[in-house]
């Protein structure tokens, strides 16, 4: 009996050990698994392009308060060759007009930058030089007398290589202007590879709204910049100013009109209980004719 308890605690005790190892082997891979699988889904299938908030800005407003001008100082996006990137602003325009001015047009003009370079073609390799071959050795009684020597002539010096034209890239600029309830699409450029001065504007009109636009008004607007460098060596935009105009018309509120007129009395109802009006005394009649 004692022999049977015994070998029934030790193979007990074989089989816990054989669990616990299944377990930690188990767990161990499953674990590893866990993280290469977290790992691709990090890298993933896509990449997720940066996005910045531009919110250093300056601010002008005229003092009918019918244009505002912001400027930017650190409003510039760089985007290498296969680079994307992009940048935001976004701001609440606070109306201030006259009393009785009415908003009609809010245009929204945009400054800007673009500049796309491409990688320049190798320059030529110059062609070897190739020693001259030596001179057959002179017969001293042909020599003849020397020459008088002349002036010598200054060296003619190497042409300095011009430096290589600029080339132009294939990167482009996405600029979208939305104003209010409209928004604009505009893709810049790069034609010579030099760079130039963008603008764009955007207007939007208030004249058949529901609503008067008015002192007090807002206009929410966001100008982002999607910049893709393609092929190119580099890429430049660049956002210096944006101007904000107001173009209103005099249109006083009219003032309330008050109901003068005399109020009608309500008609009585006939509910039934009112008795009805007491019929006039009948004329007298004549006396009677005495036979």
Do not use: C
């Not at 800005?57 to 296969?82: M, P, V, W």
């Amino acid at each position: 009996m004692n022999r049977n308890v015994v070998i029934g605690g030790i193979a007990a005790v074989v089989l816990l050990l054989g669990a616990a190892s299944y377990l930690i082997f188990f767990n161990g891979r499953s674990s590893t698994t866990g993280s290469d699988q977290a790992n691709l889904e990090d890298q993933g299938p896509v990449t997720l392009n940066p996005v910045a908030v531009i919110t250093q800005h300056t601010a002008n407003q005229s003092e009918d308060g019918r244009r505002l001008t912001l400027g930017f100082t650190n409003f510039e996006l760089l985007a290498k060759a296969g680079e994307t990137t992009s940048a935001v602003f976004s701001t609440t325009w606070h109306l201030k007009v006259g009393p009785d001015d009415r908003v009609v047009v809010a245009a929204a003009t945009l400054n800007g930058f673009m500049k796309s370079t491409g990688t320049p073609p190798p320059a030529p390799v110059p062609a070897p030089v190739v020693a001259p071959a030596p001179a057959p050795e002179a017969d001293p009684a042909a020599v003849t007398p020397p020459v008088p020597a002349t002036p010598a002539e200054q060296p003619v010096q190497p042409a300095t290589p011009a430096a290589p034209a600029p080339v132009a890239g294939d990167g482009v600029a996405r600029v979208i202007v939305a104003l209010g309830s409209e928004a604009t699409v505009t893709e810049w450029r790069d034609a010579a590879g030099t760079g130039a001065d963008r603008k764009l504007s955007k207007a939007i009109s208030y004249s058949g709204a529901s609503a008067d636009l008015r002192n007090g008004g807002t206009i929410p607007v966001t100008v982002t910049v999607e910049l893709s460098g393609g092929a190119s060596a580099e890429t430049l935009a660049k956002l210096n100013s944006i101007e904000l105009q107001l173009f209103v018309e005099s249109a006083p509120v009219p003032a309330p009109v008050a109901d003068t007129a005399p109020a009608t009395p309500p008609a009585a109802v006939d509910t039934g209980s009112t008795p009805p009006p007491t019929p006039p005394p009948a004329a007298d009649a004549p006396p009677p004719a005495i036979p």
